[in-house]
């Protein structure tokens, strides 16, 4: 009953509707699908845009008569006569043309696509690129993206983690939907509570990201949006098991009620309930127990007065052990019971978007976006108690028009956000309730050919952060054909939940403790940092083949953090930073087409990440200083049926030396050495929309020795589960199938 009460409450907005003068939707005439990408322009003139995940865009409006042209590759190219401003809702008819060099950087229908007119720089990765993947959760999605790197965060519940510029995930802003959504007490294990094949795409946005989406972004954003019932399959399911024991399960199903409602129905249940201890430690090498995840929407658009909406409502139960897996002998004396570990997690969702396109003015609209969720996790690590309580309620109105003409476009809007927290450590309370108000203004320059700009300002005022301003920059310059040349700077602002963010900490035999400077967070103070970067993308062609280089470079300067010390043994300091701590990252990356169906893209990265801690200035602990990243993909098609075909993917992954803290095995700080990975997958797909699909992972073997510190004396002050560098569990390899419809 509470939860239907505070659901009523509960209304969200879609990010924004057409910011120009006309707007429209473009999907392909065979599939029904949404066409991402297609460049949209007035003849004879320079004025284009091209169209978003959802096939959805906005292009400003010139003296009508006028002819819009429609470009997509493997499309024919459109012309239509617009006379009076409407909704444009146009198919395309799919055929075999040349490249757009000037609109995406890969070929038709391309997997990860960047463009070269936003001043952002903003990757997008759609379901295909996501089925590489196979199944699972959206931590498990980024595996063949280099823009983010996935290790496991400890050697006992088998999560993964992710980071991007140097830096853990608590520093980025990940949504759902442009919602916040892993954030607080989600912050350990919420990628795992998104499943993919639930997500129709993901857009990750490098640096300062957008004002109107909050102040908690440093590093970038990463956006997931999930499949809408009116573009997705109607019929959907994907089965997989994986020789560990693992068991998935997917569902989807879409219907169209009437003319202007629709709605979808998911379902998602994991299971693992086979014990493996590959490396002898008596330890599990990963977790057994399952997972149930339900969501139901209703969308409601209806193109002619101009309104669009989405209730969404979502339920996740689970439950997982893990820890020792011996059997005491009965000759064998022990003072304690086997070191085990249970958390168990309830978490519900509700949300609804709404907005509306003033029918005379196309350039105007707003949006509403209110959410509620309520999470809970019980949890016990040996003998250590962790519990966290979180209600979340979080509201954004948004204004979008013009100023004087089409080119000068402003958003504008309030935020407003209440979290209570209650928690539970060891038998110490930890109670708290946040809440902010805030303001914020964007607006954005679009010049296509030339140069375009995003300045961004919001002013909030939190009962614990106090009253403060987050500017937001980026700008983007085409300094000649194919290219693209983008500046960002912005500051971010954070709370500080060490607990939450930091559950590893719970896997230690470690003391803790929290060196207080009477701050608002557990005695310490909130977080905040200056993030700059540079990028440049560069398309070329080569032998006929289309490619594009990337150049990034970003550094993360904090002014305050919360820093996480492991430096001396036997304990874990947690404290507010005294001078200087920053990230840097330069990554280059190419995407090049060898043949019609055979890709390559690789990528460099180096990192320099430093922190002041208070026994001096060290690298941060469990961070690469190199990385590179090769994926290979490849088609065999049937030449009667192209949809009978052979998709063969391959992925390397090579990490560098990694510096440990200091702990029980040697009193000084020493490196771990660098390693490789081999991923690959391999899927049959039929002209039935059936697919099976076999993966391996980690080909070579390749494990790390002795993860668990002091593993025969678990509740001892030098066990340590937490110092993970490498994979725990070895080979794996994997079996699945997956059906849609469209009918």
Not at 332 to 343: C, Y
Not at 506 to 527: D, H, V
Not at 649 to 675: C, E, M, V
Not at 687 to 714: C, H, L, R, W
Request: glycine share 8%; proline share 3%; aromatic share 14%.
């Amino acid at each position: 009953m509470k939860h239907f009460l505070l659901f009523l409450f509960t209304i969200t907005a879609l990010r924004g509707y057409s910011q120009e003068v006309l707007s429209g939707n473009v999907s392909s005439l065979e599939t029904g699908g949404p066409a991402e990408g297609v460049a949209i322009y007035w003849k004879e003139t320079t004025l284009g845009t091209v169209s978003d995940v959802n096939g959805d865009f906005e292009i400003p409006l010139i003296k009508l008569p006028a002819q819009l042209v429609f470009q997509y590759l493997g499309y024919q190219t459109d012309t239509l006569t617009i006379r009076e401003p409407r909704f444009v809702d146009h198919k395309l008819r799919e055929i075999q043309v040349e490249a757009l060099d000037e609109v995406v950087v890969s070929k038709t229908k391309a997997s990860i696509q960047k463009t070269y007119f936003k001043p952002r720089n903003v990757v997008s990765i759609s379901s295909d690129e996501l089925l590489k993947a196979a199944c699972c959760n959206l931590s498990e999605s980024f595996e063949t993206n280099p823009a983010i790197d996935v290790n496991f965060s400890d050697a006992i519940t088998g999560t993964k983690q992710i980071k991007m510029l140097g830096l853990s995930s608590p520093y980025l802003l990940i949504t759902q939907e442009n919602i916040p959504m892993v954030r607080g007490a989600s912050q350990a294990y919420g990628l795992t509570f998104t499943p993919g094949p639930w997500v129709e795409s993901i857009q990750i946005t490098k640096g300062a990201g957008s004002v109107t989406n909050g102040f908690e972004s440093i590093t970038g954003q990463i956006n997931t949006e999930l499949f809408k019932p009116t573009t997705s399959d109607r019929r959907y399911f994907n089965l997989y098991r994986s020789l560990d024991g693992r068991n998935e399960f997917n569902l989807r199903l879409n219907t169209v009620l009437n003319e202007n409602w629709s709605a979808s129905v998911f379902a998602h249940a994991n299971q693992r309930s086979r014990e493996n201890d590959r490396n002898g430690d008596g330890f599990l090498d990963a977790p057994t127990g399952e997972q149930l995840n339900l969501l139901g929407r209703l969308q409601y658009t209806n193109a002619q007065s101009g309104w669009v909406g989405f209730l969404t409502l979502r339920y996740l139960e689970e439950d997982r052990e893990s820890g020792e897996i011996r059997i005491q002998a009965p000759n064998e004396l022990r003072i304690n019971a086997p070191w085990l570990s249970q958390w168990i997690t309830n978490r519900f969702d509700a949300s609804l978007k709404t907005g509306y396109v003033f029918p005379l003015r196309t350039y105007q609209s707003f949006g509403l976006q209110l959410s509620y969720s309520d999470h809970s996790q019980q949890s016990n690590y040996g003998n250590r108690v962790y519990d966290i309580e979180h209600d979340s309620f979080y509201g954004n109105l948004l204004f979008n028009s013009i100023f004087g003409n089409t080119l000068n476009v402003f958003k504008t809007g309030i935020t407003g956000a209440y979290d209570r927290f209650e928690e539970v450590v060891d038998g110490s309370s930890y109670s708290r309730i946040d809440h902010s108000i805030g303001a914020f203004f964007e607006y954005t320059y679009n010049d296509i050919d030339t140069w375009s700009l995003i300045l961004g300002g919001r002013v909030d005022s939190h009962n614990r952060l106090g009253a403060f301003f987050t500017p937001r920059l980026n700008i983007r310059y085409t300094p000649w054909e194919r290219s693209a040349l983008r500046f960002s700077v912005g500051q971010g602002r954070k709370a500080s939940n060490i607990f939450a963010e930091n559950q590893s900490l719970f896997f230690t035999g470690r003391s803790i403790s929290i060196e207080s400077n009477n701050g608002e967070f557990y005695g310490l103070g909130p977080e905040r940092a200056t993030n700059y970067g540079l990028s440049f993308l560069q398309g070329f062609s080569l032998f006929n083949r289309q490619g594009d280089l990337t150049f990034d470079f970003y550094r993360t300067q904090f002014i305050d953090q919360v820093v996480v010390d492991w430096e001396t043994i036997g304990q874990l300091r947690f404290y507010n930073l005294e001078g200087r701590s920053i990230a840097e990252n330069l990554q280059i990356e190419m995407n090049y087409e060898l043949s019609k169906d055979l890709n390559l893209r690789w990528a460099y990265k180096t990192y320099r990440v430093e922190t002041d801690y208070i026994s001096g200035r060290l690298e941060r602990p469990l961070t690469p200083k190199n990385r590179f990243f090769a994926n290979l993909d490849f088609k065999i098609k049937s030449l009667k049926n192209p949809e009978n075909q052979w998709r063969f993917d391959l992925t390397y992954h090579h990490i560098g030396s990694q510096r440990l803290p200091s702990n029980s095995r040697d009193g000084n700080n020493y490196f771990a050495q660098g390693y490789g990975l081999w991923n690959s997958q391999i899927t049959r797909a039929f002209k039935t929309n059936f697919e099976v699909y076999m993966g391996f992972e980690n080909m070579t073997n390749f494990k790390q020795e002795n993860p668990i510190v002091a593993s025969d004396d678990p509740f001892g002050s030098n066990f340590d589960a937490s110092l993970i560098y490498a994979p725990v569990f070895g080979r794996m390899s994997y079996l699945g199938l997956r059906w849609n419809s469209k009918n």
